[in-house]
Antibody, heavy 121, light 109 residues
Framework: EVQLVESGGGLVQPGRSLRLSCTAS????????MSWVRQAPGKGLEWVGF??????????EYAASVKGRFTISRDDSKSIAYLQMNSLKTEDTAVYYC????????????WGQGTLVTVSS | EIVLTQSPGTLSLSPGERATLSCRAS???????LAWYQQKPGQAPRLLIY???SRATGIPDRFSGSGSGTDFTLTISRLEPEDFAVYYC??????????FGQGTKLEIK
């Protein structure tokens, strides 16, 4: 059974950093691109970024709203994807979902349960 | 960036009725790379439809998708109580960014 479990969320002050983890199981993690999608309280879904599999260079892409502040990485030996968030802003407050991509970039067949990040002083 | 606009914002129907949800793109979606997701309160979204009309694994056949170019539709033929949720369309497969519509809330009348 495919499972994605996010961790690392919490309350953080504006301007500080936080790192989220996504621990995967039930599939060969290294074969898949992984994405992060967020959802502000009461709002819709916003794609944050993705990391390709090593077979496709392991490169990353980001939404304009987080580019230069957020970094996605992966450790295939541990089946973990990371989202490093720096220079956090109040508007980054959201539930952050880890997702697995299938078939094409941006198509998400499995989602984690999400972890809440609250940016507030 | 492709902007997706969903309508209506809220749809009020009764179990057993047919639901039709619309998603319009600001420019043509290449190769019909359009997906639909369902999200229930407190849960993560679930993939329903991809490629505009292909059902994801385990999705009941009362869910169907159609459309091409800039106009897409999600149809639920006979609403079950568990179908009342928020539905998002999404375009994918092209150069980033991935974009979502703002969502349609399907509520019980």
């Amino acid at each position: 059974e495919v499972q994605l479990v996010e961790s690392g969320g919490g309350l953080v002050q504006p301007g500080r950093s936080l790192r989220l983890s996504c621990t995967a199981s039930g599939f060969t993690f290294g074969d898949y691109a992984m994405s992060w999608v967020r959802q502000a309280p009461g709002k819709g879904l916003e794609w944050v970024g993705f990391i390709r599999s090593k077979a496709y260079g392991g490169t990353t892409e980001y939404a304009a709203s987080v580019k230069g502040r957020f970094t996605i990485s992966r450790d295939d030996s541990k089946s973990i994807a990371y989202l490093q968030m720096n220079s956090l802003k109040t508007e980054d407050t959201a539930v952050y979902y880890c997702t697995r991509e299938v078939l094409l970039p941006g198509l998400f067949d499995y989602w984690g349960q999400g972890t809440l990040v609250t940016v507030s002083s | 960036e492709i902007v997706l606009t969903q309508s209506p914002g809220t749809l009020s129907l009764s179990p057993g009725e047919r639901a039709t949800l619309s998603c319009r793109a600001s420019q043509s979606v290449s190769s019909s790379y359009l997906a639909w997701y369902q999200q229930k309160p407190g849960q993560a979204p679930r993939l329903l439809i991809y490629g505009a009309s292909s059902r994801a694994t385990g999705i009941p056949d009362r869910f169907s998708g159609s459309g091409s170019g800039t106009d897409f539709t999600l149809t639920i033929s006979r609403l079950e109580p568990e179908d009342f949720a928020v539905y998002y369309c999404q375009q994918y497969g092209s150069s980033p960014p991935v974009t979502f519509g703002q969502g349609t809330k399907l509520e019980i009348k």
